[in-house]
Protein backbone atom coordinates (compact mmCIF):
# COMPACT_ATOMS: atom_id res chain seq x y z
CA UNK A 1 0.00 0.00 0.00
CA UNK A 2 2.76 2.22 0.93
CA UNK A 3 4.17 1.21 -2.27
CA UNK A 4 1.21 2.45 -4.29
CA UNK A 5 0.96 5.88 -2.24
CA UNK A 6 4.57 6.29 -3.37
CA UNK A 7 3.93 5.71 -6.95
CA UNK A 8 0.59 8.06 -7.04
CA UNK A 9 2.46 10.65 -5.58
CA UNK A 10 5.12 10.81 -8.01
CA UNK A 11 2.72 10.90 -10.68
CA UNK A 12 1.17 13.83 -9.35
CA UNK A 13 4.33 15.41 -9.26
CA UNK A 14 5.01 14.43 -12.73
CA UNK A 15 1.64 16.06 -13.87
CA UNK A 16 2.11 19.00 -11.89
CA UNK A 17 5.78 19.59 -13.25
CA UNK A 18 4.51 19.04 -16.79
CA UNK A 19 1.57 21.76 -16.28
CA UNK A 20 4.26 23.70 -15.85
CA UNK A 21 5.30 23.55 -19.42
CA UNK A 22 3.66 26.74 -20.23
CA UNK A 23 5.00 30.73 -20.56
CA UNK A 24 2.93 32.27 -18.38
CA UNK A 25 1.32 36.01 -18.37
CA UNK A 26 0.16 37.52 -15.47
CA UNK A 27 0.99 34.68 -13.50
CA UNK A 28 -1.30 32.20 -15.68
CA UNK A 29 -0.14 29.58 -18.40
CA UNK A 30 -0.46 30.87 -21.72
CA UNK A 31 -2.74 27.39 -22.93
CA UNK A 32 -6.63 25.96 -22.43
CA UNK A 33 -8.92 27.10 -24.90
CA UNK A 34 -10.33 30.91 -25.50
CA UNK A 35 -13.31 30.35 -22.97
CA UNK A 36 -10.99 29.48 -19.94
CA UNK A 37 -8.01 31.51 -20.46
CA UNK A 38 -10.68 34.80 -21.05
CA UNK A 39 -11.99 32.85 -17.99
CA UNK A 40 -8.57 33.41 -15.73
CA UNK A 41 -7.95 36.64 -17.60
CA UNK A 42 -11.27 38.13 -16.15
CA UNK A 43 -10.00 36.64 -12.95
CA UNK A 44 -6.98 38.76 -12.58
CA UNK A 45 -8.85 41.54 -13.12
CA UNK A 46 -9.06 42.29 -16.69
CA UNK A 47 -12.40 43.44 -18.50
CA UNK A 48 -13.55 41.79 -21.08
CA UNK A 49 -14.11 44.59 -24.39
CA UNK A 50 -14.95 42.44 -27.03
CA UNK A 51 -14.04 39.58 -30.01
CA UNK A 52 -12.73 40.73 -32.97
CA UNK A 53 -10.96 38.18 -35.43
CA UNK A 54 -10.95 35.39 -33.23
CA UNK A 55 -8.91 37.75 -30.81
CA UNK A 56 -10.55 38.54 -27.21
CA UNK A 57 -9.81 42.10 -26.23
CA UNK A 58 -9.75 43.11 -22.67
CA UNK A 59 -9.14 46.49 -20.79
CA UNK A 60 -6.94 46.44 -17.55
CA UNK A 61 -3.56 47.08 -15.60
CA UNK A 62 -0.77 45.55 -16.51
CA UNK A 63 2.87 45.88 -15.04
CA UNK A 64 1.61 49.12 -13.36
CA UNK A 65 0.22 51.04 -16.44
CA UNK A 66 -3.49 51.69 -16.26
CA UNK A 67 -5.89 50.98 -19.67
CA UNK A 68 -3.98 49.08 -21.12
CA UNK A 69 -5.53 46.90 -24.13
CA UNK A 70 -4.75 42.94 -24.13
CA UNK A 71 -5.14 40.33 -26.80
CA UNK A 72 -5.52 36.77 -26.16
CA UNK A 73 -4.90 34.90 -29.56
CA UNK A 74 -5.84 31.62 -30.41
CA UNK A 75 -3.95 29.08 -32.98
CA UNK A 76 -5.92 29.19 -36.27
CA UNK A 77 -6.59 25.58 -36.56
CA UNK A 78 -7.73 25.19 -33.38
CA UNK A 79 -9.24 27.08 -29.96
CA UNK A 80 -5.92 26.96 -28.43
CA UNK A 81 -4.45 29.71 -26.86
CA UNK A 82 -0.80 30.34 -27.74
CA UNK A 83 0.08 33.87 -27.48
CA UNK A 84 -0.92 37.09 -25.63
CA UNK A 85 -0.51 40.92 -26.25
CA UNK A 86 -0.53 44.03 -23.94
CA UNK A 87 -0.72 47.28 -25.45
CA UNK A 88 0.43 50.38 -22.94
CA UNK A 89 -1.13 53.36 -24.79
CA UNK A 90 -0.17 55.94 -21.71
CA UNK A 91 2.07 58.27 -24.17
CA UNK A 92 1.72 61.40 -26.32
CA UNK A 93 4.41 61.81 -27.19
CA UNK A 94 7.97 60.44 -27.62
CA UNK A 95 9.47 60.98 -24.58
CA UNK A 96 6.77 59.56 -22.86
CA UNK A 97 6.61 56.34 -24.94
CA UNK A 98 10.68 56.02 -24.60
CA UNK A 99 10.34 56.00 -20.95
CA UNK A 100 7.33 53.46 -21.13
CA UNK A 101 9.52 51.08 -23.13
CA UNK A 102 12.47 51.73 -21.00
CA UNK A 103 11.05 50.66 -17.74
CA UNK A 104 9.51 47.46 -19.23
CA UNK A 105 12.84 46.50 -20.60
CA UNK A 106 14.17 47.10 -16.88
CA UNK A 107 11.64 44.72 -15.66
CA UNK A 108 11.57 42.71 -18.37
CA UNK A 109 15.61 42.22 -17.61
CA UNK A 110 15.12 42.16 -13.80
CA UNK A 111 12.96 39.25 -14.33
CA UNK A 112 14.86 37.29 -17.98
CA UNK A 113 18.57 38.97 -18.15
CA UNK A 114 19.96 40.86 -21.38
CA UNK A 115 17.48 40.51 -24.37
CA UNK A 116 18.66 38.17 -27.39
CA UNK A 117 18.04 40.32 -29.72
CA UNK A 118 17.83 43.96 -29.88
CA UNK A 119 17.27 46.97 -32.02
CA UNK A 120 16.65 50.78 -31.72
CA UNK A 121 16.44 52.65 -34.76
CA UNK A 122 14.37 54.34 -37.00
CA UNK A 123 13.95 54.07 -41.14
CA UNK A 124 14.03 57.73 -41.51
CA UNK A 125 16.11 60.14 -40.42
CA UNK A 126 14.58 61.61 -37.25
CA UNK A 127 15.99 65.15 -35.67
CA UNK A 128 13.63 65.74 -32.55
CA UNK A 129 11.04 63.98 -30.55
CA UNK A 130 7.92 65.37 -33.32
CA UNK A 131 9.92 63.73 -36.01
CA UNK A 132 10.40 60.22 -33.73
CA UNK A 133 6.61 59.85 -32.55
CA UNK A 134 5.97 60.66 -36.59
CA UNK A 135 7.78 57.34 -37.26
CA UNK A 136 5.94 55.57 -34.82
CA UNK A 137 2.66 56.65 -36.39
CA UNK A 138 3.97 55.89 -40.01
CA UNK A 139 5.57 52.14 -39.45
CA UNK A 140 8.65 53.57 -39.44
CA UNK A 141 10.22 53.06 -35.79
CA UNK A 142 12.55 49.82 -35.45
CA UNK A 143 12.41 49.75 -31.43
CA UNK A 144 12.28 46.01 -30.12
CA UNK A 145 13.69 43.21 -27.48
CA UNK A 146 13.40 39.94 -27.83
CA UNK A 147 13.76 37.80 -24.19
CA UNK A 148 13.66 33.87 -24.80
CA UNK A 149 12.81 32.28 -22.10
CA UNK A 150 12.40 28.49 -21.03
CA UNK A 151 8.88 28.06 -22.61
CA UNK A 152 8.51 30.91 -24.60
CA UNK A 153 9.48 34.46 -26.05
CA UNK A 154 8.60 37.92 -25.12
CA UNK A 155 8.67 40.59 -27.45
CA UNK A 156 8.79 44.31 -26.11
CA UNK A 157 8.31 46.65 -29.05
CA UNK A 158 7.30 50.18 -29.68
CA UNK A 159 4.40 50.26 -32.42
CA UNK A 160 1.81 52.54 -33.99
CA UNK A 161 -1.28 50.02 -33.14
CA UNK A 162 -4.53 51.88 -34.92
CA UNK A 163 -2.66 55.30 -35.03
CA UNK A 164 -2.33 55.12 -31.53
CA UNK A 165 1.81 55.14 -30.39
CA UNK A 166 2.08 52.31 -27.84
CA UNK A 167 4.75 49.71 -26.48
CA UNK A 168 3.31 46.50 -26.88
CA UNK A 169 4.51 43.20 -25.28
CA UNK A 170 4.17 40.12 -26.45
CA UNK A 171 4.33 36.65 -24.80
CA UNK A 172 4.60 33.45 -27.05
CA UNK A 173 4.08 30.11 -25.68
CA UNK A 174 6.17 27.75 -27.81
CA UNK A 175 4.59 24.62 -27.17
CA UNK A 176 1.10 25.84 -28.08
CA UNK A 177 2.57 27.84 -31.04
CA UNK A 178 4.27 24.46 -32.14
CA UNK A 179 0.60 23.19 -32.46
CA UNK A 180 -0.34 25.08 -35.31
CA UNK A 181 1.93 22.76 -37.66
CA UNK A 182 0.78 19.80 -36.50
Not at 87 to 93: G, L, Q, R, S
Amino acid sequence: MKKLFGVLIAITLCFSVAAQDHLTFMGVPIDGTMKNFSQRMTEKGLFFVLEEGGVHLFMGDFMGYKNCVVGVVPLQKQDLVYSVLACVVEAEDWPSLQKIYDDIVKKMKMEYGEPDESEETFLIPVKNDAEKLNAVLNGKCNYMKSFTVKNGEIDVVIENFEDVPCVIVQYTDFENALKESE
